[in-house]
């Protein structure tokens, strides 16, 4: 299996407006399980992830975010359209040289009368900063301003903005040089932005422009979608649709002598299964299953094994974050044991909500996100001493879920 760089560093996030979380902030472990009780906030702290996704990195155009909850008023906090829907993010970029560079993502936007604006972004990544204010967006170096743009269509951000940045070197002055092209279909400015730099804070921004985001995986997974035949060449949808499409890409004339090199490779070598892939009269892809020489229909595959298939497929891709919603849906304890032990075991900064006292029994204290409501808005906190509660759980002989549900972890919400 080709080995794929992990370059971002994803340690905190603020959520402001989005449904429930009228202001949450919470830093981010490699494995975070997030607990509450239903109408908490679990799967709004998802889809938070999925609308700034949606919104920097768009697959339709011109970009629509608020298609996903049915318009804007449905999204934002206690549907008042005055308001703007916040997200941020910060933490480091590392190089494929290994340099860490500090960096911190934020927007804000609008979508009174059902049409995005993006009122205010800010991209900083140390030395090199973009910031827009409505339709005006400024590029500084060491807080110097080296241009100044005026956006012809707040929908668009910075990411669309300019193409992807590159890196010259002047043999001349023998010093390397960032370059920006602006898209002037969307700005109205200088063409290009040509800048002196260091070569590491290039390579930093490089990755921070082309990764932030597109990084970033979720799964919603749905039994039935997954099962569905796909067009070849699909992608893996949140729902898990394109499953098979992948699959098939990934193990196409592949035998059973293949070796065990990913997540995936050993979830199949482990439960002894093999997979088959069939193009459809309709141009599609269907997936069969041999389980000890059984060969199983696609509407006779367990969920579970879809789920985990979905699951460690996202995972073996090397996403700096994967975000999974009720992770413990469809899959037996020993799957969601498996899966939990892929998620320790890779270079993936996983989030995963849940309802299940097993997986809030596989976590440690510290890995548990909280989240509980105040009025109708969702509060967030980790527990505030995970040593002195691990002794507290060995001297009272109880585990982690009944604390949650029954204990000391129960009293601090």
Do not use: C
């Not at 494929?96 to 993006?118: C, D, H, P, T, W």
């Not at 509407?299 to 996202?314: F, S, T």
């Amino acid at each position: 299996m080709e080995i794929i760089f992990v370059p971002i560093d994803y340690k905190r996030v603020r959520i402001k407006n989005f449904k429930s979380l009228e202001n949450v902030e919470i830093g981010l472990e490699k494995l975070n399980v997030i607990v509450g009780p239903n109408g908490s906030g679990k799967t709004n702290l998802f889809e938070a992830f999925l609308f700034a996704k949606s919104t920097v990195r768009p697959s339709i155009y011109p970009p629509y975010p608020f298609s996903y909850w049915w318009g804007y008023k449905n999204m934002v906090y206690m549907h008042d359209i005055s308001r703007n829907v916040e997200f941020g993010v910060s933490g480091e970029v590392k190089t494929r040289e290994g340099v860490l560079q500090s960096f911190s993502y934020s927007l804000a936007v609008n979508g009174a009368g059902e049409k995005l604006r993006i009122i205010e972004e800010r991209l900083d990544g140390g030395s090199f900063r973009i910031t827009r204010m409505g339709s005006e967006l400024k590029v500084y170096l060491h807080k110097r301003e080296v241009s100044s743009y005026e956006i012809l269509d707040l929908r668009y951000s910075v990411f669309n903005l300019f193409a992807y940045p590159a890196k010259v070197f002047d043999e001349e002055r023998g010093k390397w040089r960032l370059v920006l092209q602006a898209n002037v279909g969307l700005l109205n400015g200088p063409p290009q932005v040509l800048v002196e730099l260091d070569e590491q804070s290039i390579d930093a921004l490089v990755e921070l422009y082309g990764r932030l985001f597109s990084d970033v995986y979720l799964l919603k997974f749905s039994s039935d979608r997954a099962r569905t035949p796909s067009v070849p060449g699909s992608i893996i949808g949140i729902d898990g649709y394109g499953l098979f499409s992948v699959l098939q890409e990934m193990y196409s004339g592949v035998g059973p002598e293949k070796k065990p090199e990913g997540f995936l490779d050993y979830f199949l070598d482990r439960f002894n299964i093999r997979l088959r892939f069939q193009n459809t009269e309709f141009q599609t892809v269907l997936m069969k299953l041999v389980e000890d020489g059984l060969e199983v229909e696609p509407q006779g595959i367990p969920d579970g094994y879809l789920k985990a298939m979905a699951v460690l497929y996202l995972l073996d891709l090397k996403p700096s974050l994967l975000l999974v919603d009720e992770l413990e849906n469809h899959m037996h304890l020993k799957l969601i044991e498996h899966v939990i032990s892929a998620f320790r075991a890779s270079e993936t900064k996983v989030l995963a909500t849940t309802h299940s006292p097993l997986v809030i029994d596989l976590a440690k204290p510290e890995e548990l996100i909280l989240l509980y409501k105040r009025g109708r808005s969702t509060e967030a906190r980790r527990t505030e001493n995970p040593e002195a509660l691990k002794a507290e759980l060995a001297e009272r002989g109880i585990t982690l879920s009944e604390s949650w549900l029954y204990g000391s972890l129960s009293d601090e919400i």
